[in-house]
């Protein structure tokens, strides 16, 4: 079975700094990997995906990701972040079947 | 124009009772799936239905029976609630194995 780790629980950066987000998978195939935000009291919202072909990703928000098997991670990053980045941003990778696996979450603090 | 939608938003009960919750899509998919997370935010999948056919049905208790009345809808009936079912429950949609279309979460709270 799938799984996703998420080794940084709480990552506080400046606004205008760059952010970088972890994600390692285990999967014996090619992963289909994702990166969903979710802001306070909402729901999660796709920011990229990755299924094959360029291994350098681009998503909404300005954020991009690239994945590297030889080191079976999808790692997130933005170049500048804004205050309204603040959220919850949750890694996953999908199987051949329908069971998404989630990461438990890494917590964007933005400070001014 | 909501893709998911959910309602309630908020649910405050008390233990015991039996309380339901709904969730209408209207992306035209064909699967639906709910969702537990609990308080430290990890997501967990619980069950997923397939035009109107269960095919994801995680370790829950039987307490917990979804029930999708067409493949636009699928609901969450929970009977005799207790405290660690205190979480927030999301619905999702999708059209292939692999994209979740998220509604806005239900908060429900035992006490």
């Known amino acids: 079975a799938q799984s996703v780790t998420q080794p940084d629980i709480h990552i506080t950066v400046s606004e205008g700094a760059s952010l970088e987000l972890r994600c390692n998978y285990s999967?014996?195939?090619?992963?289909?990997l994702f990166w969903y935000v979710q802001s306070p009291g909402q729901g999660l919202q796709l920011l990229l995906k990755y299924f094959s072909g360029d291994t350098l990703v681009q998503g909404i928000k300005g954020f991009e990701a690239e994945f590297k098997r030889s080191q079976s991670s999808f790692n997130l990053r933005k170049p500048s972040v804004h205050w309204s980045d603040a959220a919850e941003y949750f890694c996953a990778v999908g199987a051949t079947d329908y069971k998404l696996s989630f990461g438990a979450g890494t917590t964007v603090t933005v400070r001014a | 124009d909501t893709a998911v939608s959910q309602t309630p938003k908020y649910l405050v009960t008390q233990m015991g009772n039996d309380k339901s919750i709904k969730c209408e899509q209207n992306l035209g998919h064909d699967t639906m799936y709910w969702y537990k997370q609990d308080s430290k935010k990890f997501l967990k999948i619980m069950f997923s239905?397939?035009?109107?056919?269960?095919?994801i049905n995680e370790t829950v208790p039987n307490r917990f029976s979804p029930k999708s009345p067409d493949k636009a809808h699928l609901n969450l009936h929970i009977n005799s609630l207790e405290l660690g079912d205190s979480a927030v429950y999301f619905c999702?949609?999708?059209?292939?194995?692999?994209?979740?279309?998220f509604g806005p979460g239900t908060r429900l709270t035992v006490l």
């Open positions: 239905y397939n035009n109107k056919e269960l095919i």
């Open positions: 999967y014996g195939a090619t992963p289909y």
């Open positions: 999702a949609s999708s059209q292939d194995i692999h994209w979740r279309f």
